[in-house]
C-alpha cells in the first residue's frame, strides 16, 4: 500500500537577542542568540512519487530553487543517505507551501530542511527521536535545529545548540516585509567590514533579556531588544532606518531587524495594539506587506490530520 502524504507546518523564527562574535576559522561566527518561532508558517507534504522532485508555491515561491540546492531537498538526501536509499532517487516528492519570506531572516529555508527531516521520519518509519532529528538538522544550516523545537530558545555555538527558555504569556508582533531579500552570508561579511572601519556598537549580556521573557512584560522585553546584525542590514539597505522608525511611530514598543534582516519585527504591547500598528504601518509605504503575528508558537508538527483546524493567520496588505 502507498504510504498517505504527510504534512509538516512549520514557523518563522525572530532574534529577540542577536550578539555575534568574531568570525571563527571555519567561516562561522560564534553567536549568543535567543530564537522566538512565530505565527507564520511554511508547510511542507511529502509523498512516494516515482517521479522525484520539488514544487513551491505561496509568498516568494518564485525566487526558491526547485532543484539540490532547496535546503528541503538537501534534507530528503541526507536523510536517504542515513537510511541506506538511494540519494539521487529517493522515490518522494516535496510540496512547499510558502508563509515565510524567502531570504527575509525568518529562516524560512531552514524551517522548510526542518520540516522534511520531520515529515519523511514518519513517512520512511524511521523513528529517529528529537536528537537525532536535532543532529541531522545541524548538518544542514545553524537554524535548522530551532525550526524543529519551536517556543523561545538560548542559542549558542553557530547557533544549533539550544536550550528553552521560558517566556510568559504570549508576546504580539507587527512584521514588515521588505520587497527584495538580503542573503544571509552578505550580512555577516558586512558586519565583519563594519567591525574592521569602526566600532559598531554591540548588543549588551542576555540575562536580563531572559528575565524579561520569563516576566512576560512586553514593555520590559522592548527594552532589552538587539541585534549585532542591524547595523549591517541597515547598511546594506538604508531604508531600514525609515521602516524602523515608522514602526514606532505607528505605536510599536521597539522594532528590530530580524537576524539578517531586511524583514523588521515589532513588538506591541498587545493584540489590538499590533492590529493598530499593523494598519498604521501598510499605509505608511515603507515595506512590501505587514503581518502580524505571535510568539512563542511550536516547532515542526504533522498537521496532516486536523488541517480543518488551522487558523488564518490576519494579515494587512501594504
Ligand atoms: C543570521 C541567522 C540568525 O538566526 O539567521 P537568518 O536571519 O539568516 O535567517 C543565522 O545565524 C543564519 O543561519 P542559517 O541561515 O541556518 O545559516 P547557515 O546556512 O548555517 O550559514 C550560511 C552562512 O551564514 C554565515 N553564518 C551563519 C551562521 C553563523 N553562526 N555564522 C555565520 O557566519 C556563514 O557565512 C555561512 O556560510
Ligand atoms: N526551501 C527554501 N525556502 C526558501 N529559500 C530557500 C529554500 N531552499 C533554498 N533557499 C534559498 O536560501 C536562501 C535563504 O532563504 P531563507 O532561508 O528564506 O532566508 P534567511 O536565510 O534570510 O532566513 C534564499 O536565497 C533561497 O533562494
Request: glycine fraction near 10%; charged fraction near 20%.
Amino acid at each position: 500500500m502507498v504510504p498517505t502524504p504527510i504534512t509538516v507546518r512549520v514557523p518563522a523564527k525572530v532574534n529577540l537577542h542577536l550578539a555575534v562574535g568574531d568570525p571563527r576559522p571555519d567561516g562561522y561566527h560564534e553567536l549568543i542568540t535567543v530564537f522566538q518561532a512565530v505565527s507564520m508558517t511554511d508547510e511542507v507534504t511529502v509523498l512516494v512519487a516515482d517521479e522525484p522532485g520539488i514544487d513551491v508555491h505561496g509568498e516568494g515561491a518564485d525566487s526558491v530553487p526547485t532543484g539540490p540546492s532547496n535546503l528541503a531537498w538537501k534534507a530528503v538526501r541526507l536523510l536517504a543517505e542515513r537510511s541506506e536509499r538511494d540519494p539521487e532517487e529517493p522515490g518522494v516528492r516535496l510540496s512547499i507551501s510558502k508563509g515565510i519570506p524567502v531570504a527575509g531572516g525568518m529562516a524560512g529555508g531552514s524551517a522548510d530542511a526542518a520540516a522534511a527531516l520531520l515529515a519523511l521520519n514518519h513517512l520512511w518509519r524511521l523513528e529517529l527521536g528529537r536528537d537525532e532529528l536535532c543532529d541531522i538538522a545541524a548538518q544542514l544550516g545553524s537554524d535548522v535545529p530551532f525550526a524543529l523545537q519551536g517556543g523561545t530558545a538560548l542559542g549558542t555555538g553557530r547557533g544549533e545548540r539550544l536550550v528553552p527558555v521560558l517566556a510568559r504569556h504570549t508576546f504580539h508582533w507587527v512584521i514588515a516585509l521588505d520587497r527584495r531579500g538580503l542573503e544571509t552570508p552578505t550580512v555577516f561579511g558586512e558586519l565583519d567590514r563594519l567591525r574592521e572601519e569602526s566600532k559598531p556598537n554591540r548588543v549588551g549580556e542576555v540575562e536580563p533579556l531572559l528575565e524579561a521573557l520569563a516576566s512576560g512584560d512586553p514593555r520590559q522585553l522592548a527594552l532589552l531588544l538587539g541585534n549585532d546584525l542591524q547595523a549591517a542590514a541597515v547598511s546594506l539597505r538604508p531604508g531600514l532606518r525609515r521602516t524602523l522608525r515608522a514602526g514606532v511611530q505607528a505605536g510599536a514598543l521597539a522594532g528590530i531587524v530580524s537576524g539578517s534582516g531586511p524583514t523588521c519585527a515589532f513588538l506591541c504591547t498587545d493584540a489590538d495594539s499590533a492590529v493598530r500598528v499593523a494598519a498604521e504601518l501598510s499605509g505608511a509605504g515603507v515595506c512590501r506587506t505587514v503581518r502580524v503575528a505571535q510568539g512563542p508558537v511550536p516547532g515542526a508538527r504533522i498537521v496532516s490530520d486536523d488541517r480543518a483546524d488551522r487558523p488564518t493567520p490576519p494579515q494587512v496588505h501594504a
